[in-house]
């Protein structure tokens, strides 16, 4: 590929915004450079220089879309902010844009609400279209459009995973909790990351036993080809992919004739399908509803459904708002029921919700090993001090990508926080047969 | 007439209408018509009404207030002085404000006393928090190294048409109210007579350039606003 074909896709690629969405076009036309969204981000509080600021950063896409889509770029050029695209524009944007951690706290603070996410999963897609998508990247997309999940597991490791899971739960408890799979008519289909069936499986106990308790094990199932809800297309910027990755879950939806969509603890993944594919009818409207398993099981706990046996979990724990659900999709309070039921020392961190510091590893970052120091020391540095500041010796995160990046931020800095998902919390203490988990001691 | 005068006067107010009005239109109506499939809702979402959440944010700036205190003061003060002062302009091209005022019991005198006070102290707030608003441009690092010519130009312009207002206020060539409403009225009979008063001339030369470079500028953000607000703030 020579490099003016590269340049003529970059420019073909930008100038396409005038077609959409919404929020890319009319980003191109309002930002006032007042400096705001730098004030509040988290990697440019990590290390403030140019390179990380977001508005600059933004412009890098908007300074191409001046110069071929605007009037005033195409007669004054520099002087309006324009510019043609370099030879090795996209390589150089394979690392710019692949240093926002697309949080979206930058559009609370802009007094326009400008989301430079957006842009910044624009010059993704254009980083995509010419080849130079960061390989882990690359890799996790290939395997998830082939095998169903982004862990590349076969359908019978998986249920080799449930096998153990639910010899666990007996272990815990001295009776049987199902898990059930493949149960074609099962009212709900619980969609989790795969982190949480084959990494962190407690959140996915902690869900079976409160279908347990409610005498509900017979109206959920999972499915042993479609148990991982995480999509990278999202981080990609490729809408391709990120389709194509979301339609098989749907049909899996469909063919298990599922009243309920029950979303796992996976910010992205939840945000797709209730925010980007029903709102959007990726697929036309559909037989199902959408609804995340922190919402089904806050529920339940409020109408007093659930028991717990609160010393279970004596340790100070504190929750991290995941971006995409708190900042994205509304799940704010559900998590904070669920914890302050199931744990003694509740504490929040300043601030919280919607206005929540990204962990750091946000828009797929956490699983780039290759920038893990730039995770480490610059855009994950205010999460350890947020958390720090707390006492908290567990920090609660419905994400797969926040509880890595949080693990290694715990390890690097060495702060000794234990790092875990919301149900896990519960799985430790919900009362089956007014009896707790007995486990080992989970507090070390 | 001399040619500034004509240029000033009578070219310029029609073309800069023409460009401001037909410009804004257009941007609205491809702003409204670009499609949005997926929902970008910020949450937790405002609790009243879409309209009063977007309304509340170009009024009083409230996501700027969290983030920026001392933006807020400085910006929130030059805007609400710049709209104040827009407002006050109904005098200078109409004399039904003052006729609305008198009937309600002021004097004409009282008008122009109040007009005196509050527009010469609107114009020193607004050159004061515009100045600022420029050094912050030179001083605070995270907004100096995205500042362009764009930035730097809409505030220069800016400033000089409120220096020039200021100028005929406080200074010797004061405005005349009675010149640029016959002027006004003139335009629209299409039989123009204009003012000769060069600070006059220089001022209105000026913010009528600003009309025509607000649709293809940044100063566009006064409109593009209401959408990009509307956008997160949809529940």
């Not at chain 1, 998590?335 to 003694?344: D, M, N």
């Not at chain 2, 025509?212 to 956008?231: C, D, E, M, R, W």
Request: glycine share 8%; hydrophobic share 40%.
């Amino acid at each position: 590929m020579t490099k003016s074909t590269n340049t003529e896709k970059v420019i073909a690629a930008v100038s396409a915004i005038d077609q959409g969405p919404k929020v890319l076009k009319t980003y191109m036309e309002t930002c006032v450079k007042c400096g705001t969204c730098a004030e509040v981000c988290p990697v440019y509080y990590g290390k403030p220089e140019q390179r990380f600021n977001p508005a600059w950063r933004s412009d890098l896409v908007r300074s191409i879309y001046r110069k071929y889509n605007t009037t005033v770029g195409k007669v004054f050029g520099g002087l309006a902010g324009a510019r043609a695209p370099d030879d090795n524009e996209a390589e150089k944007w394979a690392d710019y844009f692949y240093e926002c951690t697309g949080c979206r706290r930058c559009a609370v603070y802009c007094p326009f609400g400008i989301d430079n996410s957006v842009i910044t999963r624009k010059g993704r897609a254009v980083v995509d279209t010419l080849g130079f998508t960061p390989p882990t990247m690359q890799k996790v997309i290939e395997v998830s459009l082939k095998t169903g999940n982004t862990d590349g597991a076969t359908p019978q490791a998986f249920k080799a995973s449930i096998d153990f899971l639910e010899e666990e739960m007996r272990d815990e408890h001295g009776v049987d909790i199902k898990i059930p799979v493949d149960v074609v008519g099962a009212e709900y289909f619980y969609v989790p990351p795969s982190g949480d069936v084959m990494v962190n499986p407690e959140a996915t106990t902690g869900v079976a036993k409160v279908f347990h308790v409610l005498g509900m094990q017979d109206k959920w199932t999972m499915s042993s080809h479609y148990f991982d809800g995480a999509n990278y297309g999202l981080f990609t910027g490729n809408d391709a992919h990120m389709k194509a990755d979301n339609k098989p879950y749907v049909e899996e939806a469909k063919r298990l004739g599922c009243k309920v969509m029950l979303m796992g603890e996976c910010g992205h993944a939840y945000r797709i399908m209730k925010r980007m594919m029903e709102a959007g009818k990726w697929w036309g409207d559909l037989p199902f509803k959408i609804m995340n398993c922190m919402e089904f099981t806050a529920e339940k706990i409020q109408q007093g459904k659930l028991q717990f046996d609160k010393s279970k979990n004596p340790q100070p724990v504190t929750y991290h708002d995941p971006c995409n659900f708190g900042r994205s999709c509304d799940i704010i309070e559900e998590p904070r029921v669920i914890l302050q039921a199931s744990c003694t020392d509740f504490r929040e961190m300043t601030p919280n919700r919607g206005e929540n510091w990204c962990c750091g590893g946000g828009a797929g970052l956490s699983a780039m090993d290759s920038i893990k120091e730039f995770r480490m020391s610059v855009s994950g540095k205010k999460k350890v001090e947020q958390i720090r500041a707390t006492g908290a010796q567990y920090v609660a995160a419905a994400c797969s990508n926040c509880k890595r990046q949080l693990t290694q931020l715990s390890e690097y800095h060495k702060t000794g926080v234990a790092v875990g998902g919301v149900h896990d919390m519960l799985s430790r203490a919900i009362l089956i047969n007014g009896k707790a988990a007995e486990r080992k001691d989970f507090t070390g | 007439m001399s040619a500034l005068q004509l240029l000033v006067g009578v070219v310029l107010p029609f073309v800069a209408v023409l460009v401001f009005v037909v410009g804004m239109a257009y941007r609205f109506r491809v702003w409204f018509k670009t499609p949005q499939p997926a929902k970008m809702t910020l949450t937790p979402a405002p609790k009243g009404s879409l309209a009063g959440a977007v309304l509340a944010e170009t009024m009083f700036f409230p996501s700027l207030f969290k983030g920026d205190r001392v933006l807020w003061l400085f910006s929130w003060f030059f805007h609400v002085t710049l709209a104040l002062i827009a407002l006050g302009h109904i005098r200078v091209v109409t004399g039904l404000a003052d006729a609305i005022l008198i009937s309600m019991g002021m004097t004409a005198e009282n008008v122009d006393q109040m007009s005196s006070i509050s527009g010469g102290a609107a114009g020193i707030v607004i050159l004061a928090t515009g100045a600022l608003l420029l050094a912050r441009r030179f001083v605070v690092a995270r907004v100096r190294e995205i500042s362009g010519t764009g930035d730097f130009l809409a505030l220069l312009l800016l400033l000089t048409i409120i220096f020039t207002g200021n100028m005929m206020r406080f200074g010797a060539e004061h405005f005349d109210l009675g010149q640029t409403r016959a002027w006004v009225h003139s335009l629209l009979t299409l039989s123009p007579t204009v003012p000769a008063n060069g600070t006059f001339l220089v001022h209105a030369l000026l913010a009528q350039l600003l009309f025509i470079y607000i649709p293809f500028s940044k100063i566009l953000h006064f409109g593009g606003i209401f959408f990009t607000q509307a956008l997160v703030k949809r529940s």
